[in-house]
T-cell receptor, first 114, second 115 residues
Framework: DTEVTQTPKHLVMGMTNKKSLKCEQH?????MYWYKQKAKKPPELMFV???????INESVPSRFSPECPNSSLLNLHLHALQPEDSALYLC?????????????FGQGTRLTVV | AQSVTQLGSHVSVSEGALVLLRCNYS??????LFWYVQYPNQGLQLLLK??????LVKGINGFEAEFKKSETSFHLTKPSAHMSDAAEYFC?????????????FGRGTQLTVWP
């Protein structure tokens, strides 16, 4: 199983709402990532979790709050977002050990902030 | 930080023609190199990767890439394009050593295939 599952696929939220994006992998990967992708642009790294600990935060605004409840799950909690936060949010996981360095991506959550 | 350059934001080919998508990296130490494909409104799918073995790497869907250290390049090719190859292609690198596998992406190349 080389699948990363993201839910929901689409999300529309108001600027005062609180919502969460979920990501799950069962490949035993040690690292999990959140990327943000705007239209016609490459993905931009937001957060990296390694062994369930937050290892990299790319100066992401506090209205985005990541959480890693266990080694298979990764959440992204959203609160008081702005319209410019509308984007495709991609979750990925990787073993990043030896030659197994590739990241596997989920299908993404298309977020629209209104 | 790593830097990845993809020459040509748009490439158009006829069905059956050769596909060549260019990627150059900037690092004195060869990084791990990847090509990903993204179809509209979907995630990224790994096409192929270079770690440290053979310099000619074969991937899925008939794609291959050749690592050339002297040119710091990792260009993606396919001998004969198919309509289903139309998509966005990203070259990406990650540094060797403990960098938690973070990826640095090129800006992407949109491949159009004409019938």
């Amino acid at each position: 199983d080389t699948e990363v599952t993201q839910t929901p696929k689409h999300l529309v939220m108001g600027m005062t709402n609180k919502k969460s994006l979920k990501c799950e992998q069962h490949m035993g990967h040690r690292a999990m990532y959140w990327y943000k992708q705007k239209a016609k642009k490459p993905p931009e790294l937001m957060f990296v979790y390694s062994y369930e600990k937050l290892s990299i935060n790319e100066s992401v605004p506090s209205r985005f709050s990541p959480e890693c409840p266990n080694s298979s799950l990764l959440n992204l909690h959203l609160h008081a977002l702005q319209p410019e936060d509308s984007a495709l949010y991609l979750c990925a996981s990787s073993q990043f050990q030896g030659l197994n360095t590739e990241a596997f991506f989920g299908q993404g959550t298309r977020l629209t902030v209104v | 930080a790593q830097s990845v350059t993809q020459l040509g934001s748009h490439v158009s080919v006829s069905e059956g023609a050769l596909v060549l998508l260019r990627c150059n990296y900037s690092s004195s130490v060869p990084p791990y190199l990847f090509w990903y494909v993204q179809y509209p409104n979907q995630g990224l799918q790994l096409l192929l990767k270079y770690t440290s073995a053979a310099t000619l790497v074969k991937g899925i869907n008939g794609f291959e890439a050749e690592f050339k250290k002297s040119e710091t390049s990792f260009h993606l090719t396919k001998p004969s394009a198919h309509m289903s190859d139309a998509a966005e292609y990203f070259c990406a690198v990650s540094e060797r050593g403990s960098t938690l596998g973070r990826l640095y992406f090129g800006r992407g190349t949109q491949l159009t295939v004409w019938p």
